[in-house]
Every structure is written in structure tokens, then in C-alpha cells.
């Protein structure tokens, strides 16, 4: 069944990007406050807004500092991997607004670039740049993990096409970025053949062609990336390789740390998990305040629906019920042999603290509700920490600003309300629970652009990382501009990712889209590369 609704707004009577800005802040809350409070402030302001700390925090954030260096530097260098926890003592700030894989979505990595112009306490540009990109997510949604994505404009076009190069057999689409192993030459290969088939097709313009091949044989066949068993890995190296080449231009660069955030979270709920005074340690064995956490939380985004975990172990004979539904999970997930997940609940059974779940063919997993064996299974990997132990272990534990995207600013702060909640309800938790209300829920930094290549009559277009190192867009005048550009401007160029994420459910013509580029293209401040890829 089709549920598409045709947008029939009238750019005689109205503004189309008005239109749409208004569809967007009426479904994203976030989009709206900061818009109201925010809108005419320039990006460099915002920014020290966004990365504004908690006062107080109930465990160290040097924790996380040394967590960043522990995985990253096996992967991007010791050196520079102490430079990123430096900073990170100086200013607990991270980007979590991201997915993992390697990142071409225009959106994201505009977001990350300007991140990366952020100040630290003492007033000094950052060197670094951390990211933790969620790894729990398909391979095949919006950012496309699987492979490439290159925003092209053919001399027969008037709008660009966002063109998928896939990587990864489709096999794979439907996987976790977490669990898929490594891509090997064969992959390689058989992309550059589909690249060269989609530039003869007219696909792909021959300088994106051009590019993507280069980047195939220098960055994508060395065999230090290929020596890597997992894709997470292999991503973490490869933005690193491709974020110096968008930086080719300038003389100084800061080092991107583009990190799977649950790898991260489970070195700090692994320490955790030996702590007695932790607050995870207090969330899990306490059971008082776990009961409490459990409704608390119930139905909250990232968190669990409690009637949906309790209904799977009834209907584990069933397992047709199973596959459709969608329940979250307390506190971790289990991963089967197949890469799986599991949702996982607590339960007393005659006695024994358990976490118990039910995978999708109805079979069952115990696990003893105690520190040595969870951590044991987290650093297997058996377990995987879920979105509200993500941010249970950093911004609510540790006071880390986590800035993230237009859903996160709702959901952290439903799950700081109700973790506060429950530490109120059981005696002698009332001082942590003063100081957990402390931590930052609403930074938000995501939903914008500041980069737009120029098309001839036919108004501005957002540039991917693709288009960025092709045009060489990335120079010191263009980061100059950021700060000229004000928080509504850079949404508004964001418009086209932004409303085809939110309002999947409105279809917007080729027409309705071009209207909006020319609208675009009439704003002095927006940085423009001139010359759009042509083929």
C-alpha cells in the first residue's frame, strides 16, 4: 500500500523552503527550539554554545579520554590518539550525531566539518576531532554504510541524482555495521568494474568516476586496510585517509577520530561493571532501583518497551510473533552466532538474578546477572551495549556533552528525566540524582550545511566528501566563511537531507526540489563551489 501524499504547495503563493522549514520544525521539536532561540547566530557562536560542559559529574570524564585512546591508537597511531585524549580531559565534547562506516552522507560530514572548527576552554581551535558514530545500525539505511554516495548533476539534468556505489554484497544490506566483516580485494575490483559500466551509463560523472577510482587503488587496496577482519575498523582508518584528503588545501588539518561509539562504551561499562559505586553498577544490581529504571524508562526511544520483552518469553514457541517485533532491549543486547541481536530483560528466576531473552526462533539465553560475567561477554563482544547504556555510561555517569542529531535531544532528555525519577523514589540516591540532572541532554548538532556547489541557472546543490575532494572545495577562505554563515541559513541548507529523512511520507517534485535550489542559490552567505560535476 502505498502511503506517499503529493505536496502540492504553490511556489507562487509561498516560499518553498519556508514551506518545508515549517514541515520540518513542526516534526522535529529540536529543529524548532534551536531555530527560535539560535537562528540568527553565526556557527562559531554555536558552536561554543553546543560544547558548553556539565558544572558537576558523578564519575571522572577522564575516563572516556583513556577509553578513546585505547581503541584508537592500534588503528590511527599512538601519537595522535594522546592528542585526542588531551583534549578530551580538557573539553569532555563529542559528536554523536553520526552513523559508523565510512561516511559520504553530505549531511554528516558537513556536520563533522563543522565540529571540527570548534574552540577549546582555552580558546585554541581543537587538533581534534572525536567522533562516536552509532555501529548498531543496518548497513543499507539513509547514510548507506554499504558503499559510496556520490551527489552528481549531468549536463542533462537539472537536479542532481545522489548515486549509491555499492562496496558490500547485498547480502549484507540488512546487517548491523558492528558485526560485518572486512571488504577484501575482490570487492574492490568488482566496484571499480561497476564504476567504470556506471560512468559509461552516464551514472556518474567521469570526475566522480575519476575520483572514486582513485580512491579505490590509493586508500580502499592498501594492505593495511585490507589486513583488518572487520568493516568497523576499516572505516575508522578510511574517514581518517579520506578527511585528510578533503583537507589536501590546508596547511594544518585536525585529525578525525571517527569511532564506533558502542567499541568506546563498552570500555567504559566494562570498567563500570567492576565499580560497586558506578552508576551502572547501582542501575543493575540494585534491585529496587532496577525495577524502578525499568517502568521509568518504559517506551522510551533507545530504551525498551517493557510488555513487548516480557510478551517474547510467552511467545517463544511462536516464533513468527517474534520477527515482527521491535522492543529495544535493558541495557545490552546479546548477539547470537549469526550477528543477531537479542533483546534481553531482567528476571529473577527461584532466586538467580538473570538477564533472559529470546531470539527470534524462540530460542532462549540466560545470563548470571553479575559484573564478571557481563564483562567477560562485553569483551567477547557477545554483548553490545545498547543506545541508553551508550549514554548512561557517558553523559549521564560522566558529564560528557554528547552533541548529537534531531532525535537524540529528545530521547536523552526523556532518559535523563526518567533515570532521575527513579534515583528520587529509593532513599539514599538523591545527591547522585541532583548530579545526573546536571548532564547535558540538548546539545544538538546536525540537520546542517554551510558547502553548496553552484549549477549553472539551476541554483545550489549539497557537496559530499566525493564532491569536496574532486572540486578541492575545502581551502582556509572557505572555513573562514563559517563564521558568516548563521545557525537558520546552514538548516536551510541542509533542507533536502533533512525533509527527506523526516517526511518520507510527502513526495516532492522534481520541479518543487529545483524551486528550492534556485531559493537556495540566492543566499550571499553559503560557501559555493562554482562548476557542479557535469558529464
Not at 510478551?311 to 520477527?323: A, F, G, S, T, V
Not at 530460542?363 to 553490545?384: H, I, M, N, Y
Request: charged fraction near 25%; glycine fraction near 6%; include cysteine.
Amino acid at each position: 500500500m502505498n502511503n506517499l501524499k503529493t505536496d502540492n504547495a504553490s511556489p507562487e503563493n509561498d516560499s518553498l523552503i519556508e514551506h518545508y522549514m515549517a514541515e520540518i520544525r513542526k516534526r522535529l521539536p529540536v529543529v524548532d527550539r534551536t531555530l527560535a532561540q539560535y537562528g540568527e547566530m553565526p556557527l562559531s557562536e554555536y558552536l561554543n554554545v553546543v560544547t558548553e560542559t556539565a558544572s558537576e559529574r558523578y564519575q571522572s570524564h577522564e575516563d572516556l579520554a583513556d577509553a578513546v585512546y585505547e581503541y584508537a591508537a592500534p588503528l590511527l597511531g599512538e601519537e595522535a590518539a594522546a592528542m585526542a585524549r588531551e583534549e578530551l580531559k580538557q573539553s569532555p565534547v563529542v559528536l554523536t550525531a553520526n552513523h559508523h562506516g565510512v561516511d559520504y552522507f553530505a549531511q554528516s560530514v558537513q556536520g563533522t566539518l563543522l565540529f571540527s572548527q570548534r574552540k577549546l576552554p582555552d580558546g585554541s581551535t581543537a587538533r581534534t576531532v572525536p567522533v562516536l558514530a552509532c555501529g548498531s545500525i543496518s548497513m543499507n539505511n539513509l547514510t548507506y554504510p554499504r558503499g559510496m554516495l556520490a551527489y552528481d548533476l549531468h549536463s542533462e539534468k537539472k537536479l542532481p541524482d545522489v548515486t549509491k556505489i555499492p562496496i558490500f554484497p547485498n547480502r549484507v544490506a540488512g546487517k548491523t555495521v558492528t558485526w560485518v566483516p572486512n571488504y577484501d580485494l575482490n570487492s574492490i575490483k568488482r566496484t571499480k568494474k561497476s564504476v567504470l559500466r556506471m560512468e559509461r551509463e552516464s551514472q556518474l560523472s567521469k570526475q566522480s568516476a575519476s575520483v572514486i577510482t582513485d580512491i579505490l587503488h590509493k586508500e580502499y587496496s592498501s594492505p593495511e586496510l585490507l589486513a583488518f577482519n572487520k568493516y568497523s575498523d576499516q572505516a575508522v582508518i578510511l574517514n581518517a585517509q579520506l578527511w585528510s584528503r578533503m583537507f589536501s588545501s590546508i596547511s594544518s588539518r585536525p585529525e578525525l577520530f571517527y569511532l564506533e561509539m558502542e567499541k568506546v562504551c563498552s570500555l567504559l561499562l566494562k570498567k563500570d561493571l567492576m565499580n560497586e559505586q558506578s552508576l551502572l553498577s547501582f542501575v543493575l544490581f540494585d534491585s529496587e532501583l532496577r525495577k524502578l529504571v525499568l517502568t521509568s524508562l518504559n517506551q522510551v526511544k533507545g530504551c525498551w518497551v517493557l510488555k513487548e520483552l516480557e510478551q517474547r518469553w510467552l511467545d517463544k514457541d511462536c516464533p513468527q510473533k517474534l520477527k515482527s517485533k521491535s522492543c529495544g532491549t535493558f541495557l545490552f543486547w546479546w548477539i547470537d552466532e549469526e550477528g543477531r541481536r537479542v533483546p534481553l530483560l531482567p528476571v529473577n528466576v527461584q532466586g538467580r538474578e538473570l538477564l533472559r531473552g529470546v531470539d527470534d526462533r524462540g530460542e532462549t539465553v540466560e545470563l548470571p546477572l553479575d559484573s564478571k560475567s557481563l564483562s567477560a561477554f562485553l569483551d567477547s563482544g557477545q554483548l553490545l551495549p545498547s543506545v541508553f547504556s551508550c549514554f548512561l555510561s557517558m553523559a549521564l555517569a560522566r558529564g560528557i556533552t554528547c552533541a548529537g542529531g534531531y532525535y537524540q535531544a529528545e530521547y536523552l532528555a526523556l532518559m535523563k528525566q526518567g533515570l532521575c525519577k527513579a534515583l528520587k523514589s529509593v532513599p539514599g540516591y538523591e545527591e547522585l540524582a541532583a548530579i545526573v540532572a546536571q548532564a547535558r541532554s540538548d546539545a544538538y548538532l546536525s540537520g546542517m550545511q554551510m558547502i553548496m556547489a553552484e549549477s549553472e541557472g539551476n541554483g545550489v546543490y549539497p557537496l559530499g566528501p566525493l564532491e569536496l575532494i574532486g572540486k578541492n572545495a575545502l581551502t582556509p577562505e572557505a572555513l573562514l566563511q563559517f563564521n558568516k554563515i548563521c545557525v537558520e541559513e546552514a538548516h536551510r541548507a541542509s533542507i533536502v537531507d533533512t525533509f527527506t529523512d523526516v517526511a518520507m511520507d510527502i513526495q516532492v517534485s522534481e520541479e518543487q526540489w529545483l524551486t528550492v535550489a534556485k531559493e537556495l542559490g540566492e543566499n550571499e552567505s553559503l560557501i559555493k563551489v562554482t562548476g557542479l560535476l557535469t558529464g
